[in-house]
Each structure stands twice: as C-alpha cells, then as structure tokens.
C-alpha cells in the first residue's frame, strides 16, 4: 500500500511497476494460502463426520428437559427399562424441543454414545448435533405411575419401529 502511495506521489513508472508486481504477488500468496486453509479445514471436517453420516440410526426413547440459566437442553436417551442410558447437553432446535409432548418421545440418534452423534426427530428433521455426552447431575428420579407407563410405552415403540424398518 505505502508503494503505490509512493508512486502515485512520485509518477515514476518503475515505481508503479514494482508496486502493482509487489501488490499481485502479496494478494497471490494470500488466496493460496486461504484455499489451503479452507481445504485443510474441509479434510478434518469430512473425516469427523463421515462416520456420523454412513452410520445407521437408531431409535430411542428420549426424554428433554430445560437446564436452568441455559440455552442449551438436557437430551437424556432412555433404556428399556426407563432408566437414563446416556445424556447430552445440547443445543436442541426449537422445533424439535417443542415437537415433543412434555419433553418425551422418540429420537433418532446416530454416532457413537461415547463421542456424540447427530440426533433428529422421527421423519429426519431437525437434525443437531448432541455434543459430547455429560454426567447427568441429577439424582435419578423414582418413576411415578403415569411416568412409567408413558416410558415404557415409548421404549415399545422404539422397538417396533426398530423391528418394522429391520424387517423391510
């Protein structure tokens, strides 16, 4: 910038030669140096998800609670027996977190439990990330009756849809 200020001052033409040579070969290195950048953060990107993506979904019984102070909900993954099987802290999008009544329903879920996957609401949208999973801080609650059964169902139907797309 300071050559081209100095020869636009000056009007000599070598000046402007070696700016605009200078100026081509700066803006040169820069683009390739971005697209390096670019293609380097592409590569890291693929192999992180290509895992996620050519897994198979799983269906579970999930349970969403709000976590106070946070934008972030509690996405707990149930077991058969209702018990919590693995929790998330994530950033659930409003659809999906307003798409379950009381907080309960079924999620797919594909990735590994250990690392985090993709989750998404029976149908394949909307699809979030889940993060990293997290040591659910809250004592387990007993089961009341009605919580039971609405688990239990759930867990049914996790395991019909499962045996119904296995079976087609």
Same mark, same amino acid.
């Given at each position: *910038?300071?050559?081209?200020?100095?020869?636009?001052?000056?009007?000599?033409?070598?000046?402007? =030669?070696?700016?605009?040579?200078?100026?081509?070969?700066?803006?040169?290195?820069?683009?390739?140096?971005?697209?390096?950048?670019?293609?380097?953060? /592409?590569?890291?990107?693929?192999?992180?998800?290509?895992?996620?993506?050519?897994?198979?979904?799983?269906?579970?019984?999930?349970?969403?609670?709000?976590?106070?102070?946070?934008?972030?909900?509690?996405?707990?993954?149930?077991?058969?027996?209702?018990?919590?099987?693995?929790? =998330?802290?994530?950033?659930?999008?409003?659809?999906?977190?307003?798409? *379950?009544?009381?907080?309960?329903?079924?999620?797919? =879920?594909?990735?590994?439990?250990?690392?985090?996957?993709?989750?998404?609401?029976?149908?394949?949208?909307?699809?979030?990330?889940?993060?990293?999973?997290?040591?659910?801080?809250?004592?387990?609650?007993?089961?009341?009756?009605?919580?039971?059964?609405? /688990?239990? /169902?759930?867990?049914?139907?996790?395991?019909?849809?499962?045996?119904?797309?296995?079976?087609?």
């Amino acid at each position: *910038m300071l050559t081209i200020v100095i020869a636009v001052a000056t009007q000599t033409a070598w000046v402007w =030669f070696i700016g605009l040579a200078g100026a081509f070969l700066l803006s040169s290195a820069a683009g390739k140096s971005s697209a390096a950048s670019a293609k380097a953060t /592409e590569k890291i990107l693929r192999e992180m998800t290509t895992p996620v993506l050519s897994g198979r979904w799983q269906v579970w019984p999930c349970r969403m609670e709000a976590v106070a102070g946070q934008a972030r909900r509690r996405v707990l993954l149930l077991d058969p027996a209702g018990a919590d099987a693995v929790a =998330f802290l994530s950033a659930v999008p409003d659809d999906a977190w307003l798409g *379950m009544t009381d907080g309960r329903g079924l999620a797919w =879920f594909v990735g590994d439990m250990r690392f985090g996957g993709l989750m998404a609401l029976p149908g394949g949208t909307p699809i979030w990330w889940t993060g990293t999973p997290v040591i659910n801080q809250t004592p387990p609650q007993s089961s009341g009756g009605v919580q039971r059964v609405i /688990e239990e /169902e759930l867990a049914r139907q996790a395991l019909k849809f499962a045996f119904d797309k296995w079976l087609q």
